[in-house]
């Protein structure tokens, strides 16, 4: 049996009350062609490793725990391989926010979160329907219109060695709400997890969004963020991404009412033989829209980063103004970086603009720092934390930016080309 | 303080340095002079450890180590310092991270506590206004958008943030107005103190005029050609390198 044949056969198993959308994620996956390198979404991106994955599942001799980000005062959501470890069912919530789990939700919460699974994120996404299909814990997030919900609500998910997981997070902000949302999955030994959110702005809603993807080494990883913006909707989010030996996440913001607002910015960080396969879309369906997508990447040793962004402006989506910017630095000779923004547009009035770079560290600025008597490693980290350091001062949050900043330091340090 | 003997050195297999010597006491002020391609700024590349730049043969003596066998920072840490004549911008680092880190490392490696942010702010300021920066350059990337002006008067404020004991200027008069030419000599005067040592490389008379030297070297083809005191440099300005029978001819610096 294939590794998609095995989903399918587990994901049949599956009962509960979602399974009536879950038989559609079956029925795609039954007429998925198993991606290889010559599908174009997966040129770079080799799935050997998933192919030839065997986990045996091994108890860790300590209970992952979870730190704490000081001075955020967060309202920790925690998934461990895949099971959400935080009993919804006792958390002190503020007014307008409501946390459930499949077994939780009401009938009305039901209703909500069934027209929005598997709704919102494009079904193009194979690991998405792989997601659809074996959620077992799913999370609904519901915010009433018009709260404004100042607590971060941070969702973590680990996964520890030898555990497959498939996490799924629902998250519907009604009209005129406010929150920020933090996720956070990571991971470093042999596993293989999805985790895919669909996020709901009603109208004049407002999400400051971070997704930081830090699994490494040995991981496997497929994540989705997708958004859908209605009318007057304003969508500030952050991606960070480490690299594993595969990894991958696909990020779709869709302007779906007049006058809605998205800043996408992301980094990927890359050491050893790490991949990262990093693919945005955004799709402005209606007019007066804009997106300002910020990417940039750093890679270092013989890893290799594919970004691709697109930006897809519809018939009528008049009076759009997109930008999107990708940024490189190549830290070895032995790094590789793929880079592909793709604009598609079909309306006459709009501002469109998109770059792509890849450039290295020069030799000389090393030099410079270091007859200054600042250590090699040291001006490495420096260097690179310059060339990320604009988008991280933009996270509107700075507390988790203080608690990112010396991890992304000591990243930096394995990211070094010894 | 520095004793260079019989160096010589190559860039992309070209010999530049063919057997130069100097010898350098604490206190002193040696300047180097002499035509485009004599060797001049490969000297500081050379003594500062820049990479690319390979020395075929000879010693370079530094206060008792050998200083050729040392890491570019290491080198650094132990007191040499070269302005560069056309510093290089770093975008994402700012002045202020870059001069704290690399105080803190000379500090470090003299055994001594780091400076917090407050008491590296309060020297930074001081000198700042000494050199006649705005005090928002510390903020801003590394000479990022910085005039070749304020390049130089950059260079001149880490010479003096970082007190080493050898301090090599190369060119930083170049394409300087009087008054900056005068505030950055002011800034290199208030740090003689009689211990310290300096190279000042220079085309002109012109600044030997404010930072008066105890030596003048010509440089020539890649060694040192004739040692004399500064009328030495005024002869040259006057005369051109002609009376040393060294054509004085541009050539594309090396």
């Not at chain 1, 991606?35 to 050997?48: C, D, H, I, V």
């Not at chain 1, 018009?146 to 607590?151: A, K, L, R, T």
């Not at chain 1, 998205?262 to 007019?287: D, M």
């Not at chain 2, 040592?197 to 030297?213: A, G």
Request: with cysteine; charged share 20%; glycine share 8%.
């Amino acid at each position: 049996m294939t590794w998609l044949q095995q989903v399918i056969h587990r994901g049949q198993a599956m009962n509960d009350w979602l399974s009536p959308v879950r038989s559609q994620a079956l029925e795609a996956l039954r007429n998925t062609t198993w991606p290889t390198r010559r599908t174009e979404s997966w040129k770079y991106t080799s799935l050997a490793a998933l192919e030839q994955l065997k986990l045996t599942a091994t108890e860790p001799a300590t209970q992952p725990s979870i730190d704490a980000i000081a001075g955020l005062n967060s309202l920790d959501l925690v998934f461990i391989n895949g099971e959400l470890q935080t009993d919804v069912n006792s958390l002190s919530l503020p007014a307008g926010l409501h946390i459930n789990n499949l077994q939780s939700a009401s009938a009305v919460q039901r209703v909500i979160a069934t027209s929005m699974f598997a709704q919102i994120k494009p079904k193009r996404h194979l690991f998405g329907l792989v997601n659809d299909a074996l959620a077992n814990d799913v999370l609904f997030i519901d915010i009433d219109n018009g709260s404004h919900i100042v607590q971060p609500i941070r969702i973590v998910s680990l996964s520890t060695d030898g555990h497959e997981s498939h996490h799924r997070v629902l998250v519907r902000i009604g009209n005129e709400a406010k929150a920020s949302i933090i996720e956070q999955t990571q991971g470093e030994h042999t596993s293989l997890s999805t985790g895919f959110t669909e996020f709901d702005l009603g109208q004049q809603a407002y999400l400051e969004h971070y997704r930081l993807a830090m699994h490494t080494h040995q991981a496997i990883y497929f994540g989705g963020c997708h958004f859908c913006l209605h009318h007057n909707a304003e969508l500030n989010s952050t991606f960070i991404g480490y690299g594993s030996q595969l990894s991958r996440t696909d990020i779709d913001i869709i302007h779906n009412g007049e006058h809605a607002k998205a800043k996408l910015n992301a980094v990927y960080l890359l050491g050893e033989s790490e991949h990262i396969n990093l693919h945005s879309t955004i799709e402005h369906a209606k007019p007066h829209g804009t997106t300002e997508e910020n990417v940039r990447g750093i890679v270092g040793d013989k890893a290799s980063a594919v970004f691709n962004g697109r930006i897809h402006i519809h018939r009528g989506a008049q009076k759009t103004q997109a930008a999107l910017n990708n940024r490189n630095l190549l830290l070895s000779r032995r790094g590789q970086i793929n880079t592909k923004p793709e604009l598609e547009i079909y309306a006459d009035d709009v501002q469109c603009a998109h770059g792509a770079t890849v450039a290295e560290i020069t030799d000389e600025a090393l030099y410079y720092l270091r007859s200054r008597g600042i250590s090699r490693s040291q001006a490495l980290v420096m260097l690179n934390f310059g060339f990320i350091q604009e988008l991280i001062n933009q996270m509107p949050n700075q507390q988790l930016a203080k608690w990112l900043e010396p991890q992304l330091r000591a990243r930096f340090k394995e990211m070094e080309v010894r | 303080m520095l004793t260079i003997k019989n160096l010589h050195a190559c860039v992309e297999q070209k010999n530049i340095l063919n057997g130069l010597n100097l010898n350098i006491k604490p206190g002193e002020v040696h300047a180097i002079m002499g035509p485009n391609g004599a060797g001049k700024s490969t000297l500081g590349y050379v003594l500062s450890g820049r990479e690319g730049y390979e020395v075929l043969d000879g010693q370079v003596d530094f206060q008792g180590h050998n200083l050729l066998e040392m890491t570019i920072e290491e080198r650094a840490r132990k007191g040499l310092f070269l302005a560069f004549q056309y510093p290089i911008e770093i975008p994402g680092v700012s002045n202020m991270e870059f001069m704290k880190e690399s105080v803190n490392a000379m500090r470090q490696h003299r055994g001594e506590e780091r400076l917090t942010a407050a008491e590296f702010l309060k020297k930074a300021k001081e000198i700042c206004k000494q050199v006649q920066l705005p005090l928002d350059f510390l903020k801003r990337g590394v000479n990022e958008g910085f005039s070749g002006g304020e390049k130089k008067r950059n260079e001149i404020m880490q010479m003096i943030l970082l007190e080493p004991s050898l301090c090599i200027l190369d060119e930083s008069d170049s394409g300087l107005d009087v008054d900056a030419l005068q505030i950055v000599a002011n800034g290199v005067n208030s740090q003689r103190d009689g211990k310290r040592s300096f190279i000042v490389i220079t085309h002109y008379q012109r600044l030997l005029d404010y930072i008066e030297p105890d030596f003048v070297h010509i440089l020539a083809n890649g060694k040192v050609v004739k040692t004399g005191d500064a009328s030495l440099a005024k002869q040259v300005e006057k005369e051109g390198y002609a009376f040393l029978g060294l054509d004085n001819s541009e050539e594309v610096t090396a």
